[in-house]
């Protein structure tokens, strides 16, 4: 393929030298090449093709491609054309003239449709354009020389492989090709071009998808290396500065919902501080890791569910997993919506949760054809359980044991129909509720209105009071201990 542009890196000289793409029309630009042809003691020319496009810039340049009835070496012609002043930049691929013809008829990733040639030029007898652009590369170029495999020739080509390998990995990220279907249509497109390497490489991958996931760790390997500096307390507070997305409503509802259930918000608020800071661990005759237990729609996931939205979370694995805690140790912290032990259900022992929950070292079993051995674990994930009913096991020793290894908090009422919400997990509002004083006294959910006025009452009257003795603000029950505005204790 002879190329003839202005532009200096496609000619390789000064923007000046020599006749530029102007002076030629597309017949013009091929007779003079196929006269060098000629000049060349008479290489015979089996096909050609001429296109005038545009850069981007609005400057022309043409672009010929030549298939010559015999090899030859195009450095002759070339300097035919040169010696006439006519620079060109001449290119050859093993594939061969199919190749080329696509690259001139076909959009792809650097050309779109509308940049093509429409009055492409073709010699006499050419195919068309579709049946050209549909010939098989010249495979015959590419077999031409076969070398013996030796040592230096395998270590080659596994070189070879890998680079393929590390060329997709940033193929991948550069473009953010997110499933398989966007990495099989731009390997196809490169195919199409005559780049048939990103095709060739990815259509020998067992799973796609798990390559994709591969190499968007490569690109997050950066980010999660600073993040696991980072205490989990420093990275809720990176949280008190992002945006809420619950309109204000998720802090109201949380401290409604905890008055409803007479728990004191600073008292969870500290349990679960305390988890998140020291992981499982058995201390003064309880342990740091929550259990939640009440009827459905108490809103025992309500407080925990903003903690998906902040940290990578461990969940409650598949019923009988061959391996169930194998990827315990890539996560920040564990939440069981839904957890009730069951031995037909988990493939780990109760013995196993109780040295976990207390903190100490328990053995991970995980696949031999990936791991020489199992993993000798100490867990430091803070871990987070919800259940309709309070801890049960057959064995009341057992029992006692692991109620030493948690904090438990009842959640005794539903939340009634009238004030049920759907209420997006807030992180920003999480962190305020842990970090900062919102545990004592939450905003309102709508800021512009105010406390409703209330008649003045003594604490120890606020039981029978429908108004806050403290602020004002009108209680959702009868015998409510705190004030879900102010946070205020309400009996004396």
């Avoid at 594939?95 to 073709?122: D, H, N």
């Avoid at 190499?215 to 993040?227: F, H, L, P, T």
């Avoid at 129909?417 to 807030?426: A, F, G, M, T, V």
Wanted: include cysteine; charged fraction near 25%.
């Amino acid at each position: 393929m002879y190329t003839l542009s202005r532009r200096k890196r496609d000619v390789g000289e000064s923007a000046d030298a020599g006749t530029g793409p102007e002076a030629f029309t597309r017949q013009s630009f091929a007779d003079v090449v196929l006269n060098a042809y000629a000049e060349a003691n008479g290489i015979q020319v089996e096909q050609w093709a001429c296109a005038r496009e545009l850069h981007k810039d609005g400057l022309p340049h043409f672009h010929m491609v030549v298939k010559g009835k015999e090899c030859f070496r195009f450095r002759r012609v070339t300097k035919i054309l040169h010696d006439k002043g006519i620079r060109v930049y001449a290119s050859f691929g093993a594939p061969g003239y199919a190749t080329y013809f696509r690259y001139l008829v076909l959009p792809s990733a650097k050309k779109s449709k509308s940049e093509l040639e429409a009055a492409i030029l073709l010699s006499p007898g050419h195919p068309s354009k579709r049946e050209a652009a549909t010939l098989p590369p010249n495979q015959g170029a590419l077999n031409a020389v076969k070398p013996q495999k030796d040592g230096k020739e395998e270590e080659k080509g596994k070189a070879e492989r890998m680079s393929g390998r590390v060329a997709a990995i940033h193929t991948i990220n550069e473009l953010d090709l997110q499933t398989e279907e966007e990495v099989r249509q731009h390997g196809y497109a490169l195919s199409v071009e005559g780049r048939h390497a990103f095709l060739h490489f990815v259509s020998g991958l067992s799973s796609i998808e798990s390559f994709i996931e591969e190499s968007r760790s490569y690109r997050q390997a950066a980010e999660r290396v600073k993040r696991a500096k980072m205490t989990r307390m420093a990275i809720l507070e990176t949280y008190l500065d992002s945006a809420c997305v619950c309109g204000g409503q998720w802090l109201p509802a949380t401290h409604a919902n905890l008055a409803r259930n007479e728990i004191d918000p600073v008292v969870i608020r500290d349990a679960i501080k305390k988890n998140l800071v020291e992981g499982p661990r058995r201390s003064r005759g309880r342990g740091n890791t929550l259990y939640l237990f009440g009827p459905s729609g108490s809103g025992k996931g309500h407080i925990l569910q903003p903690l998906e939205r902040i940290f990578t979370v461990f969940t409650q694995p598949q019923k009988r997993a061959s391996f169930p805690l194998v990827d315990l140790p890539k996560h920040e912290v564990v939440i069981f919506f839904d957890f009730e032990y069951n031995e037909d259900y988990f493939n780990w022992s109760w013995k196993d949760q109780l040295l976990w929950w207390e903190g100490a070292v328990i053995r991970i079993a995980r696949p031999k054809n990936l791991f020489k051995s199992d993993l000798a674990f100490r867990a430091t994930q803070p871990v987070f359980a919800c259940h309709g009913e309070r801890m049960r096991h057959k064995n009341a020793s057992e029992l006692r044991m692991m109620q030493k290894r948690v904090t438990e908090f009842e959640f005794r009422f539903e939340i009634p129909p009238e004030s049920q919400q759907d209420i997006e997990p807030c992180p920003r509002c999480f962190a305020e509720f842990i970090c900062g004083e919102a545990a004592l006294a939450p905003p309102h959910a709508n800021p512009q209105a105010a406390p409703q006025a209330a008649p003045q009452a003594a604490p120890g009257d606020a039981v029978a009071a429908a108004f806050c003795w403290a602020c004002g603000q009108k209680l959702f029950f009868a015998g409510q201990s705190f004030c879900s505005a102010c946070g205020k204790k309400l009996t004396s």
